[in-house]
């Protein structure tokens, strides 16, 4: 079944690069919260909602993408 | 959910390798692991994650749930059979019914000071209606309140009841969300057009002082941001919950695939540590669910 292991590896491929590209998102706007919570501890619990609420809608693109493979992957 | 594809992938890669020499063990014994007990395909992850009729309680047996006939409404042909998610939904709703009573009673004996589970309730409600509702809203936010607990308690408990053996996540069901969101949508446009009037609010929705020539690609953008919201909130819910669930599934499953008792104990570290982070990504889905759906009727209560 060459069509099957092709669909496989795309899936396998695919999933790897959605979470490298959300991985490195959010990894830079935790960088970056952290940075800012060092800045101004003061405005911590700002800072944490609205980087929890930034890195909801990272990761739901990621997931978008990785639903798309897990179909891919059981058709 | 990666990890899933990833031993599809390595089964098939093993299975068309097999011509060239065996310099991988271990690839070897998951192919012929997936041409004897067929485990590698993936219908069994499906059959995990998936709804079904059969309440399953191995090795003690299963319980059949009872089945209707198909009700046609119009043209619709509805199917309103119990199935394992539904069930699931009812046990999360009596487990809060029980936990909020708990509290209640605690409230009704010594009015001013809570106590026991009243403590735990009354942090977790204050949080809901200080942080979500009023951060994202504002004062007026709070006639809105009994909706957004409601939601965060149903979420996180939907989130929680698939941790107890035996049961399932309701909340890794596509049609769960699906509803959870729908209604998220009516309350963001009812807020909206409640505080705007009908036409005030597709109004508002264009932010003004822009060129004329971008007003009509706008429109087309800000009427389909209405409905990619509440879509994002129901594959964001959905995808997290199943996602762990599949990967919890598929490092027990490794066992099977490898043969071998050596791969367990490793497996069962993972999916022991897979299984806590559940316990916090269900509060924090929970949490992400209402937060998001507070900020969008914040953003439809107060255009620009």
């Known amino acids: 079944m060459p069509d099957l292991g092709l669909t496989h590896l795309a899936a396998g491929i695919g999933a790897g690069l959605a979470v490298i590209g959300g991985g490195y998102g959010i990894g830079k706007l935790a960088a970056s919260a952290m940075e800012a919570s060092g800045r101004q501890p003061d405005a911590l619990g700002d800072i944490r909602t609205s980087m929890i609420i930034a890195a909801a809608l990272i990761e739901g693109v990621t997931l978008f993408a990785e639903v798309i493979t897990i179909i891919l992957a059981l058709k | ?304």
């Open chain 2, 1 to 304: 959910m990666f990890s899933s594809a990833l031993i599809d992938s390595a089964g098939h890669a093993a299975s068309a390798s097999n011509a060239i020499a065996d310099t991988a063990r271990v690839l070897t014994a998951a192919s012929s692991a997936a041409s004897t007990n067929d485990v590698s395909n993936g219908s069994w992850i499906i059959d995990h994650v998936a709804d079904s009729h059969v309440l399953e309680f191995q090795p003690f047996g299963e319980i059949h749930l009872p089945q209707f006939p198909p009700v046609h409404i119009g043209g619709l042909v509805v199917d309103l059979s119990l199935t394992k998610h539904i069930v699931m939904i009812w046990f999360a709703m009596l487990l809060l019914l029980i936990f909020v009573r708990a509290a209640m009673r605690s409230y009704r004996k010594n009015e001013l000071v809570p106590r026991g589970f009243a403590n735990a309730v009354e942090v977790i409600v204050l949080f809901v209606r200080d942080d979500i509702v009023v951060g994202a809203i504002g004062e007026e936010g709070k006639k809105l309140l009994p909706y957004f607990l409601t939601l965060f308690f149903f979420v996180l408990f939907c989130n929680l009841v698939g941790l107890i053996p035996y049961t399932s996540t309701p909340t890794g069901n596509i049609n769960v969300t699906a509803a959870l969101a729908i209604i998220a949508f009516f309350v963001i446009q009812a807020s909206g057009i409640v505080n705007h009037g009908l036409v005030g609010y597709f109004k508002g929705l264009v932010p003004p002082n822009i060129p004329l020539f971008v007003i009509p690609v706008m429109i087309i953008v800000e009427l389909l941001g209405l409905f990619t919201k509440p879509f994002a909130l129901c594959v964001r819910l959905f995808a997290n919950m199943s996602a762990g669930h599949i990967v919890i599934f598929s490092l027990i499953g490794l066992i099977f695939i490898f043969h071998s008792i050596f791969i367990a104990p490793i497996s069962i570290a993972f999916a022991v540590f897979i299984s806590l982070l559940e316990i916090l990504i269900g509060f924090i889905q929970a949490y992400i669910f209402t937060m998001l759906t507070a900020l969008f009727v914040g953003l439809a209560i107060h255009q620009h």
